[in-house]
């Protein structure tokens, strides 16, 4: 349990878009309006992590090209979601989180979030979403992570914005984030690419 539990939490700690923007939404809005985006976040990863569970714990191998429409689609998302947060405008932006990145598009951003995979993949046997008794504990382990990880993104956040720079302006947060979701995008659209160069026609 520690072990996973260990894993879930150096994996969701690492900088990302869904991190980036709950960092964001901390400077942006304050902990106190930010936080619950960790629970959308929860929520988004465990109906992700679900699906690709339950898909590979039935289909298996048969159907590869399903992982890599989903990663291209991934890609595509992550490339508007950049697009956006650069042409935010200068003025400050309005009390809610975020005037192009709500909380609807935040919810769809962490669905597809790659790391739901890697979680599959890597950290939790696939044979937990075939056993009601293991995904129940795998859920309750997710949860008691990623809720405490996502709100110390936010009150990082938070913290950077009572530190008062003169840098951080709504202009330099939304071009910040946009930048390192495209460097995101990019190093996923690199993998995808690869593989599909190793593997050839057989997608």
């Not at 429409?69 to 950049?82: D, P």
């Not at 046997?125 to 993104?153: E, H, N």
């Not at 008062?164 to 990019?186: D, K």
Request: charged residues 10%.
């Amino acid at each position: 349990m520690l072990n996973v539990m260990s894993a879930l939490g150096l994996l969701l700690l690492m900088p990302g878009p869904t991190n980036t923007l709950l960092l964001r939404s901390g400077v942006l809005s304050g902990f106190r309006r930010a936080w619950t985006l960790s629970l959308l976040e929860c929520l988004a990863y465990l109906l992700q992590i679900s699906f690709w569970g339950y898909l590979l714990s039935h289909m298996g191998a048969s159907a590869p090209w399903c992982l890599k429409v989903m990663q291209f689609v991934s890609i595509c998302y992550l490339a508007k979601t950049s697009y956006c947060l650069w042409r935010e405008p200068t003025a400050g932006l309005p009390a809610m989180p975020g005037a192009r990145v709500s909380r609807r598009q935040f919810f769809l951003l962490t669905l597809i979030n790659p790391k739901g995979l890697l979680v599959v993949s890597f950290i939790v046997p696939v044979q937990t979403f075939a056993d009601t008794a293991l995904y129940g504990q795998f859920v309750m382990q997710f949860t008691a992570v990623v809720i405490p990880v996502g709100c110390a993104w936010v009150l990082f956040g938070a913290r950077i914005k009572r530190s008062g720079h003169a840098w951080l302006t709504p202009q330099n947060i939304n071009r910040t984030a946009s930048v390192v979701i495209s460097c995101f995008a990019l190093a996923i659209l690199f993998k995808l690419a690869d593989a599909l160069i190793r593997t050839g026609p057989a997608l």
